[in-house]
């Protein structure tokens, strides 16, 4: 059982590059989201969803879009990068219908930003 | 809005030592609470939660009860291994919105000597 899956697990970037940093799912959970972890910042929320076709904003949403065409796949884009995106990126996702439910980490993708 | 407080570290501990990490939260009604850790080069792992005030998560040793007169979710193990180094997250689900979010607290780096 796969779970939660990322690619790429590293990128590096030069400023005003655009990339999608993809995640899939294979529990067929309807709830997906996408946060970047930073020294001395925890994990801040990015972009969540709670099914196809339904996305919204988290904490920190500015310079990155979403899309959810399918259960399984939640890619997060960078249209033009910049140093402040340098960060780890987690995906996540949670089965609906259980609010305590437990929330499922990919490995993470480590972004650096020239 | 929702926050978590964690005790910042790093915290370093001998083998068999007692581990406290602090929690506290801020939250309209009554949030279910969790611990997530991270190993190295790993994503975040679901390590215990609680629902309701009173209730006392467990797992591989560790343990945190949900104080609702104090707003804390300290985690505590009577001895502690190598193997628990790692970082410790705190985190609450979040009022409204979403049933999935979680906000975190800015994470504990645990390292146990031998």
Redesign the interface.
């Known amino acids: 059982n796969a779970g939660?899956t990322q690619t790429p697990k590293f990128q590096v970037l030069k400023t005003g590059q655009s990339m999608t940093l993809q995640c899939a799912q294979d529990m067929n959970h309807e709830?997906m989201?996408w946060?970047r972890q930073d020294p001395?910042?925890?994990?801040?929320?990015i972009h969540?969803s709670?099914g196809a076709g339904i996305t919204?904003q988290?904490e920190v949403p500015n310079g990155y879009n979403v899309s959810r065409s399918t259960t399984e796949d939640f890619p997060l884009r960078l249209l033009s990068a910049a140093p402040s995106q340098t960060s780890v990126y987690?995906c996540?996702s949670?089965g609906?219908g259980?609010?305590?439910?437990?929330?499922f980490?990919?490995?993470?993708s480590r972004l650096t930003v020239l | 809005g929702n926050s978590v407080t964690q005790m910042e570290g790093p915290v370093t501990l001998s083998e068999e030592a007692f581990l406290t990490i602090n929690c506290t939260y801020t939250a309209t009604g009554y949030p279910?609470l969790f611990w997530?850790v991270q190993y190295p080069?790993?994503?975040?792992?679901?390590l215990l939660?609680a629902?309701k005030a009173d209730d006392k998560g467990s797992n591989k040793g560790f343990e945190a009860t949900y104080r609702k007169e104090t707003t804390s979710f300290h985690l505590e193990k009577g001895s502690v291994q190598v193997s628990d180094s790692a970082v410790y997250?705190c985190a609450s689900?979040a009022d409204g919105?979403?049933?999935?979010?979680?906000i975190?607290?800015?994470?504990t780096k645990l390292s146990v000597k031998p």
Not at chain 1, 40 to 45: P, V
Not at chain 1, 98 to 103: A, N, Q
Not at chain 2, 41 to 46: I, M, N, R, V
């Open positions: 939660v709830y989201s946060y001395g910042m925890g994990l801040r929320l969540y709670v919204d988290g987690f996540a949670k609906t259980r609010r305590t439910g437990e929330l980490f990919g490995e993470g | 279910s997530y080069g790993e994503g975040l792992q679901l939660k629902t997250f689900r919105g979403s049933q999935g979010n979680l975190f607290g800015k994470g």
